[in-house]
Each structure stands twice: as C-alpha cells, then as structure tokens.
C-alpha cells in the first residue's frame, strides 16, 4: 500500500467519528477514486473484526476456568417431514433398524412398540451401569437393550465407562456416553426433543434421506439439527457442541442468541460472561496430556483425600454398583476422569503412546485401568481395558507409577473400533473389583511415543513401578 | 443446482470476516457486527428465495449485511458518519472479487502476529476494537495524546497487514499455520 501517513490518520479518525464535515467530504472523495484507499479500510475492518474474535475467545477461556461447575479448562433445521401415518412410520421404523443392529431387534419387541403409547426410540446397545425412569414413575435398575422409549422416559449411564446407544425412527443414532443423563420430550412441531442435563451424546444421521429434525437441550443451550452429526458435552454451566458433518443450529439459553455452527466448527456455550459465543473450528488435536487432579469437574468418580508429603493430589476410588445380566450386580470401586473437561484441544491417541497412572493400593489387588475414546470429530468409538496384576505394581501401600501402551488394551465391545490408534480420548478410569482395595489416584498423563520412559523390562510388560 | 444449506453454511462461514468487516464498517462496533453476520446466516438458511450460485449469496450477504446495519443504527438513533453508497458498493464489490480463505485461519495468523505485539500495543487494540472505546478515551486510559493514538494505530494496522501476510504465504508453503 502507498498510502501516507496523513491519509491513513485521517480514515482513522473517520471512523472514530473525529472528522469535520470537510474532512469527511476528503476522506469519501478518497475512498471513490483510489482503490488502495479503499483496500486500507477494509483491511482496518477486517482486523478489527478479527481482534473482536481474539479477544472474545480469550475472555470466554478464562470464564471457563473461573465459573463453577464449568468445564473447567476448557460447539438446521432440516426440511420438516410431514406427520406420518401409522404405516410410513412402521416403515420408517424398519429402515431404523435396518441399518442399526438388526439382529437386536425381535418380532416380541416390535410388538412391544406398536401396541404402546408412540415410541420415539429403541435401544439398541447397552454397556455398564445404568438407569431407567419410565414417563409413569417407574424405575427400572438398569437400561435394557431392546426396550423402547417415549416421551417422558429418562435413560443415564451411571458409571464413566459405560454407554447407551438408541436409534430414532429415521434411523439416526444418539449414543450417550458414560456419566450422562438423557430426558425423553414430547416431539413438537415434528421436532423431536431431548433434554441432556449433563454428561455426552453423540448424534449419528443414517445414510438415507429424510431425516427428522431433533433438539437437544442442555443447561446452557438448545441444538437443532436435521441429518447432522455432532456431539454435545455439557456440565451444568457449559456446553460445547461439535459438529462434524451437516449444520447445528445452537440458541444460548443466556441471552437467546442462535449460532449456526457448519462442519468442523464448534461452539461453546457458557452460562457464565457476557461475551457473545461464536462458532469458531475445531481445534487441532494434541497428542499429550496430563491431569493436575485439581479439584474440579474433570474429575467424573472419586473422593478427594488429604494431601501427603508424597502425594499433593490423593483421589481415592469410590463404590459403584455395577449391573451384570442375569447375575447379581458386582461392587465396584472406581475413580475417572473426564479428559474432555480437562483440554482445550481434542487429546489424540497415537500409535505407542502411553497412558501413565501414578497412584497407590493398601491391599494387594490387580487394578483395571480403561479409557473411553471417540472417533477424532466423530462419534462414540468404544472402551479399552487392562487389567495389571498387583505384581506389576508392586508393594501394596508404596506408590507405583505404570505407563501402559496403547497396544496393551482391548476394547470392550466388538462393534466398536477394535484399536484406540487415531482416536479421540475422552474419559480415563481406574477400577478395583468386588473388594476395596483402597486404590488411590495421584497423576494421570499421556505420553506421547517419543516421550515415553523405557522401562528396563524389555519392553513387553511397559508397566514399570517406581516405590516412593 | 440452487445451493444447500450445508452449502451455504460453509460458504458464510469461509466468508465471515469480510461479512462482519462490512457490517462492521457501518456500525463500528464488533459485537454488532457479529450479531449482523449471524442474523445474516439465519436469513440465508431460513430464506424462501433459493441461492444459484456462490456468488449470488456473497452478494446478497454483503448487501443484507449492510442494510441490517444501517437497520441498526436507525434503530439505535445513532448518528454516525456514514459513507456514501456508492463507497460502500465499490467495497463490497473488491472483498468478493478477491478470493477468501478460511476465517479461521486468517484469526490464526493475526493470533501469532498479537502475540508478538508488544503488550501496550495489544491493550490500544483491544481498547478500540474490542471494548469500543473511541480514540480519546483510548488516549486518556493510556495517558497519551490523541495524536499519537491515530500514529500508533496506523503502524499497527500495517504491521499486523505484513504480518498476516507473511504468515499466511508462510502457511500456503507448508500448507499449515502449526506443524
């Protein structure tokens, strides 16, 4: 640009509205005959725009951190279909299925579902701790796969590692992560609503057309979409929506404001702050991360101990009654850790990366670590497991340190992906069965392939104790 | 083929800054702009008129985001000091002639360039930009004459235009902003 200092002076005191009338009569003389006048404001408009979008994403951070019960460190409708008669939702139903797991769903239940009140969804897969609340008051122990859900039904996952999976009529696929509640609405205006209290759900559109328009609602927003995949994390004062195929439409329930949010871009909603939300994309996926255990909401299960000469972060396991089949339930003791919460970046799982958990038992026990993963700006993607036997970890009441590699751990369920490499970490545990042995937590990291410690064992056990 | 809204969603959103920059330039007042842009949004997905093409939406976007801020300022009884018409066609014209990359990032590079701005600097722009205060309060919070706020932001703006330049032709050889 070879604009001088004058001119550039005198735009600028233009737009701060300091110009004399002969001065704004200069300055619009300027602007029509030279095209390098006009570039200079709209790269002052540009930049000033943008330092608004700085500034904001800032302030929204560090409201993050500050707010209570927010997640601490840290984003269309469609074309509405026409109310279907009985039969086309019969049909419906049957591509739901088609494309869900067909084999779940028996002759019995659909019987269930079309003598019933008007289902709105069928659940398809469950695994770990959960409960029921029927719309008339009734509370079943746990979520059944095959039973059908209505309006005024309740489903929560009741444990971090456990998840629920319900297909819609239109085929589209909610799966509830662990430590998630989800309310069943009465559809309204062909728009059929969920409430999300707290926890994480992923929305999966099928592949056929026609797609029904739904809402989710947390405390802090309202997201609608039509034939979208995205996800929703919410606590009771933040909400982050993500969305990675299609348009969400997000309404803050703060001020009212609706943000359409495209793919690859996310929105977070807080309740906290004055500051206007925007969607901004998502961002780049880091592959490390360490958890300070402060004492906030990225902690899902545990107590909090007092502090040690050795240990300034003591979270111990805590009880959870876990529902088997057929079988009495098994007492579990459990702490987890919601990674989500705890990162500004999606955490990526790589090939040899490491999972290192510092901690302590009183009583010699193997310990079962897991972690919960996503497809990276996708949807639910499974559990992986290990058990480490109490010889791994050493004397009982001494501290022990275990980096374990990815490859050590199997994923739970078959239909889920079958390797944690290039996925998205989104929640971590540890666990002790039937008996407490007085498990206790005190660091969490994931080391990247580079950074991991070679632990003297040959490489094949990679879980290494260190007594303190 | 009339676009689709995920279509047009996409498009708005590569095109958000050069659309709020327009809004902008009108009310001068980022939040404002912000809210423009996404009222702008709403009005394309919920609009009964379908767009043919990508450059039939930037040019209804530009001219519907300056018509809801003249809206605005009506609505406010502000009196600003508006540019002519015809000004404002020869702009949005140039923003839709010159192509556009991804808002985010541009936000990305201005982001590294900020960092390496000294911190009173930094607190100038957000001062005007951000927390909306005019030249002489900007001056007066700072302690420094008004004269000098117009010199500093003009070495700003052509630092920080360099400066994304720079890190936007860096990124176009690496083919990214981070490794």
Known sequence: ????????????????????????????????????????????????????????TAISCQEALLAPGSGGSRRQPGVPQPAGSWLTMTRVWRV?????????????????????????????????????????????????????????????????DASITLVLLDATTLTMAG?????????????????????????????????????VRTPAAVVQAGGAQFSVQTSQAESIVRVNHGVALVTTLRDGRTIAVPADYQVQVSLAGSDACQAVPQPHPVGTWTCSLLKGPEVSLGQWLAPTESAAMRLAAAPLLWPIPDRDPVLLHVVAIAVWKNSERPVLLKDGSRIQFRGRIDRPQAVRFGFVAQKMRGVFAGKFELDVSPKELGPAGETWQVELPLSRFRPLASQWATAPEGLELTDL??????????????????????????????????AVHSPR | MPLDEAAILQLLMKWRTRISAAAWIVVRDPHMAEDIFQNVTIKALTRAVSFESQAALLSWAFITARREGIDWLKRQQREVRGLDAVVLDLLGQEWQAQPERAAGVKIEALLECLEATPDDARRLLRLRYFDGHSCAEAAEQLGIGLDAIYKRLSRLHEALRLCIENKLQLADHQGGLTP
Do not use: K
């Open chain 1, 179 to 215: 430590q998630t509640a989800i309310r069943v609405l009465r559809p309204e205006q062909e728009l059929q609503r969920f409430d999300l209290p707290h926890g994480s759900l992923w929305v999966s559109p099928s592949r056929a057309s026609g797609h029904q328009r739904l809402s």
């Open chain 1, 96 to 160: 739901a299925l088609a494309v869900s797991i067909s084999a779940l769903l028996t002759m019995s239940a659909f019987a269930y579902w079309a003598t019933s009140r008007p289902s709105v969804a069928l659940v398809t897969d469950v695994s770990g701790a959960s409960q029921y609340f029927s719309s008339t008051g009734r509370s079943e122990h746990a979520v059944q796969t095959g039973m059908t859900v209505v309006a005024g039904d309740t489903l929560e996952s009741r444990s971090c």
């Open chain 1, 1 to 56: 640009m070879s604009l001088d200092r004058v001119q550039t002076e005198l735009l600028l005191r233009f737009l701060d509205g300091a110009v004399t009338q002969a001065e704004q009569r200069q300055v619009e003389a300027w602007l029509q005959a030279d095209a390098e006048v006009r570039a200079f404001l709209r790269e002052v408009a540009e930049q000033a725009v943008m330092i608004g979008d700085v500034e904001r």
């Open chain 1, 429 to 462: 545990y540890a666990l002790t069965i039937a008996a407490d042995a007085g498990l206790e937590i005190n660091h969490v990291e994931l080391l990247p392939p580079e950074a991991a410690v070679d632990s003297g064992l040959g490489g094949s056990p990679a």
